[in-house]
């Protein structure tokens, strides 16, 4: 009676013939092999010349090896190598010999292989043989696969790497130390939601009596909005320097050539932005501030009281002409101030719609410690909150202590 799996070749073999590549070091095929090989139809070529290999086409290969030696055979590992880029199933023929086979394994990349005594069945060598032609189509679909992971893993590397690079020219943008004053100190916290951030910061001592700093978020984050942060570092001028003489930007004149500027290279994707720049007089502690689209900042006293300061403006880089008004507040001693990228009070899960937001209410229960102090415990609840490893936006906080002189 004829079997299932001969009738299904037999079937097959009327359209075409599968082609066996035998890859051996005998003079002589088995019994039970050419038996096996004769009850599928499998046309056979016999060769050990690596030469030949694409010639056939073979849709299956055989290895019948005859001794140990053959284990280390440099041809036979040419060959096997050369097979198994063709996506070509492999049945391995070996002696009785467990140490063989465990030597083979050991020296060769088994993918695609079959393990088989020579002294075994025609049947047993018939349904390996079956086997393996049944999986020719995967073995090509799995190495089609493979061939597509190759370049895509060389792509994923070369973008990682190039966002690598572009973290490290971001973090070149920011300020390496803070300026520091007898009765004054600053902290920040810098934190992107991916490689890159949409936010960026600056402190800069501007002359003896006046340092300036702000905070700028683009709108989104990652690359784009990145990119957009350099231009408004770039773009944002605090200072004007003629001959000897040098004046300071009124911060809202400042943010509204910065509008200017950013609506003049008209950004596609209607790329915009926030921005919150104050001018301080370290002398007298009045602050000048103006904000384009920013989240107020928020003022601490002496006893732990907080507030948001009262000023506001429209986004940067969405309509020309746009006038950005300067407000003065008058700072004191053992006054400390958090300006802010929005990305904090998303940060900080909300316990319910009806409920204050959460990072007003972190602020206040920090509002003991000192400046530094402050950022560090935020930082530590932002990582302890839901979501914390994968952030939905940036992160930035600069923070102003103020001492008595």
């Given at each position: 009676?004829q ?7 037999n079937?097959?073999?009327t359209l ?13 095929l088995s019994?039970n092999l050419?038996?096996?090989?004769d009850?599928?139809g499998?046309?056979s070529y016999?060769t050990?010349d690596?030469?030949n290999?694409?010639?056939i ?16 055979n440099?041809?036979?590992?040419l ?5 198994q880029?063709l996506?070509?199933?492999i049945?391995?023929?070996t002696p009785?010999n467990p ?10 990349d088994?993918?695609?292989m079959?393990?088989a005594h020579a ?5 047993m060598?018939?349904g ?5 032609i ?10 089609r696969?493979?061939m597509?992971?190759?370049?895509l ?6 973008v ?6 572009a973290?490290r020219?971001?973090?070149d943008?920011?300020p390496?130390t ?6 004054m100190?600053f902290?920040t916290?810098?934190?992107p ?5 949409g936010?960026v910061y600056?402190v ?15 709108v989104g984050h990652?690359v ?7 231009f ?8 004007v ?7 300071l ?7 509204s050539r910065?509008n ?14 926030t921005?919150?720049y104050a ?11 103006a904000?384009?689209?920013?989240p107020?900042?928020?003022l601490?006293?002496k006893?732990g009281d907080s507030k948001e300061?009262?000023?506001s403006?429209?986004?940067?880089g969405?309509?020309p002409d ?10 004191n ?12 009070e998303?940060a900080?899960v909300?316990e ?6 959460r ?15 402050m950022?560090d415990?935020?930082?530590?609840i932002?990582?302890r909150e839901?979501?914390?490893?994968h952030?939905?936006?940036d992160?930035?906080i600069?923070g102003?202590?103020l001492?008595?002189a």
């Amino acid at each position: 009676m004829q079997t299932q799996t001969e009738s299904k070749y037999n079937r097959t073999n009327t359209l075409k013939k599968p082609k066996t590549l035998l890859i051996s070091t005998l003079n002589q095929l088995s019994d039970n092999l050419t038996t096996a090989l004769d009850q599928l139809g499998l046309q056979s070529y016999q060769t050990t010349d690596s030469e030949n290999i694409n010639s056939i086409n073979a849709d299956i290969a055989i290895f019948t090896l005859n001794h140990l030696t053959d284990v280390n055979n440099e041809n036979i590992k040419l060959l096997t190598e050369q097979i198994q880029l063709l996506s070509i199933g492999i049945l391995v023929l070996t002696p009785d010999n467990p140490e063989q086979i465990d030597q083979f394994q050991q020296s060769h990349d088994t993918t695609h292989m079959v393990f088989a005594h020579a002294s075994e069945s025609s049947q047993m060598l018939q349904g390996r043989l079956s086997t393996l032609i049944e999986m020719c189509s995967s073995f090509q679909e799995l190495n089609r696969l493979e061939m597509v992971q190759q370049p895509l893993n060389q792509y994923f590397t070369q973008v990682d790497e190039e966002m690598r690079l572009a973290a490290r020219l971001q973090q070149d943008f920011l300020p390496r130390t803070l300026p520091q004053f007898p009765n004054m100190k600053f902290a920040t916290v810098f934190r992107p939601a991916s490689w890159v951030s949409g936010d960026v910061y600056d402190v800069m001592r501007l002359d003896e009596k006046h340092v300036g700093f702000y905070i700028a978020d683009a709108v989104g984050h990652g690359v784009p909005a990145a990119l957009l942060t350099m231009f408004i570092k770039r773009a944002l001028v605090t200072k004007v320097i003629e001959g000897k003489n040098y004046t300071l930007i009124e911060p809202g004149l400042a943010l509204s050539r910065l509008n200017d500027d950013m609506v003049g290279q008209d950004l596609t994707n209607f790329q915009f932005a926030t921005c919150a720049y104050a001018l301080l007089n370290v002398e007298t502690l009045q602050m000048r501030i103006a904000s384009g689209g920013h989240p107020p900042p928020i003022l601490i006293d002496k006893h732990g009281d907080s507030k948001e300061l009262d000023v506001s403006g429209s986004l940067l880089g969405v309509f020309p002409d746009q006038q950005y008004d300067t407000t003065t507040v008058q700072l004191n001693p053992d006054d400390k101030l958090l300006m802010f990228s929005d990305g904090v009070e998303v940060a900080f899960v909300n316990e319910g719609p009806e409920q204050p937001l959460r990072f007003r209410q972190e602020f206040g229960n920090l509002s003991e410690y000192d400046v530094q102090t402050m950022c560090d415990k935020l930082v530590e609840i932002i990582n302890r909150e839901e979501g914390s490893l994968h952030p939905k936006d940036d992160v930035t906080i600069v923070g102003l202590d103020l001492k008595k002189a």
